[in-house]
Each structure stands twice: as structure tokens, then as C-alpha cells.
């Protein structure tokens, strides 16, 4: 446990509206991700971040911004979703421990927009 | 860029037979790889990881050899369980691909008794 948590768990939204998931840890650590779960593309990066208020692109970031104002918490917005941002959303953390960095997940967000 | 192949799922096996999933990788470098589990309803938990070459990982009775020569990661057990039903992920961290991890996609175990 990698002291991840991820709210909300589960939402349904509207086309057109606004969204914000958030994912919150606990142990100060640098890097921040958030991927989307899609049956067939296994987990794929949205955005991610390597300091307070700095982030940068994945390779599926059209559509999602994100923000990190303070070490713990890194946003996930869709400005306006669509139902091909219904998803799994899982945020993750790198532990670095010498030449090994390993990512550790959140329990995830199952997003619906209908 | 860096991708990873996996072998299609569903497997289906009966309780103490023996489990390969095949995992093969595309990557500059030296990258760490990875095998996670993500049991119905939950997260991906980290499963075994090696680092280097010829490393291999092991955890709850699966293993994994990182075989550089035929850029392979090939997770194992000798005795499967009904409990080990779920989805297993290769990844792979590094190797030209910065720092984000480049996933499988995914291979679905179900165990019978």
C-alpha cells in the first residue's frame, strides 16, 4: 500500500460537463501519473507530473488537464467529457530506491459519460 | 518507442496446472520490467519486477526471468490457484521511454477447480 487513495471511485456524468478526479498520497513522493483503462490498450498515460506545479503530456492527453499545487494531490480535469472518456482512471506514484523506480497504484476511478 | 506484447487472453486452466503468459518487449537501452495483477473490482498491484538483465523476479509462487536475448519476461507458476484468477500486465519503465511505463494489454487468467 503506497498510501494512494482516488476519489471519487465511481461517477457518472453528462457529455458537455465538467469533471475533476482527484488522487491524493500520503508520502510525499516527486512523480505523479494518471492513466486510463481501456479494454484492449492495457493502461495508457495521460499526464503526469515531477514537481509541484510541474506536468507534462502522455500519449493519450487530448482532452484532460492537470494540476499538482502542492505535493500531495494531482488533479485530472475533463474540461468537457465525452463518452469516449468513459473509463478506469487510475493514478500512480514512482518509488525510487536506488536504480530502481517502481510505480504503485491507486485503487482507481470508474468514470461513465453518457 | 517502446511497446510491449503479450499473449491474448482468456486463459483458462484447472486448479495446479502450470501457467506461462508470454511477454515479449521492444526498447532502446536497458529497460525494468514489470508483471502487475488486477484482481476483479481493484487496482493493479505490483506482482515482480527485475531490473537487469538475467534478474529474476519472484513473488506468491510466480516468477519471471529477464532475458535480454530474446527480450522476454515471461511470467510462470508452477501450481495455479483459484485465487490467482485475475488480469496480469507487463510493463516496461525506461529503455527510451522516459518515465512513464509502457503496458501490455493484459491477459485474462481464470483458474477452475
Known amino acids: 500500500d503506497a498510501g494512494i487513495t482516488q476519489s471519487p471511485r465511481h461517477k457518472v456524468t453528462e457529455t458537455g460537463t465538467p469533471v475533476t478526479l482527484r488522487c491524493h498520497q500520503t508520502?510525499?513522493?516527486?512523480?505523479m501519473y494518471w492513466y486510463r483503462q481501456d479494454p484492449g490498450h492495457g493502461l495508457r498515460l495521460i499526464h503526469y507530473?515531477?514537481?509541484?506545479?510541474?506536468?507534462d503530456k502522455g500519449e493519450v492527453s487530448d482532452g484532460y488537464s492537470v494540476s499538482r499545487s502542492k505535493t500531495e494531490d494531482f488533479l485530472l480535469t475533463l474540461e468537457s467529457a465525452t463518452s469516449s472518456q468513459t473509463s478506469v482512471y487510475f493514478c500512480?506514484?514512482?518509488?525510487?530506491?536506488?536504480?530502481?523506480?517502481?510505480?504503485?497504484f491507486g485503487p482507481g476511478t470508474r468514470l461513465t459519460v453518457l | 518507442g517502446n511497446s510491449v506484447t503479450q499473449m491474448e487472453g482468456p486463459v483458462t486452466l484447472s486448479e495446479e496446472a502450470f501457467l506461462t503468459i508470454n511477454c515479449t518487449y521492444t526498447?532502446?537501452?536497458?529497460?525494468?520490467l514489470f508483471w502487475y495483477v488486477q484482481y476483479p473490482g481493484e487496482g493493479l498491484q505490483l506482482l515482480l519486477k527485475?531490473?537487469?538483465?538475467?534478474d529474476k523476479g519472484s513473488n506468491k509462487g510466480f516468477e519471471a526471468t529477464y532475458r535480454k536475448e530474446t527480450t522476454s519476461f515471461h511470467l510462470e507458476k508452477g501450481s495455479v490457484q483459484v485465487s490467482d484468477s485475475a488480469v496480469y500486465f507487463c510493463?516496461?519503465?525506461?529503455?527510451?521511454?522516459?518515465?512513464?511505463?509502457?503496458f501490455g494489454t493484459g491477459t485474462q487468467l481464470k483458474v477452475e477447480l
Open positions: 500512480a506514484i514512482s518509488v525510487v530506491a536506488g536504480e530502481s523506480d517502481t510505480q504503485y
Open positions: 508520502e510525499n513522493h516527486r512523480y
Open positions: 507530473s515531477y514537481g509541484v506545479k510541474d506536468t
Open positions: 526498447a532502446t537501452g536497458y529497460p525494468s
Open positions: 527485475a531490473t537487469k538483465a538475467d
Open positions: 510493463a516496461l519503465h525506461g529503455g527510451g521511454g522516459g518515465n512513464k511505463l509502457t
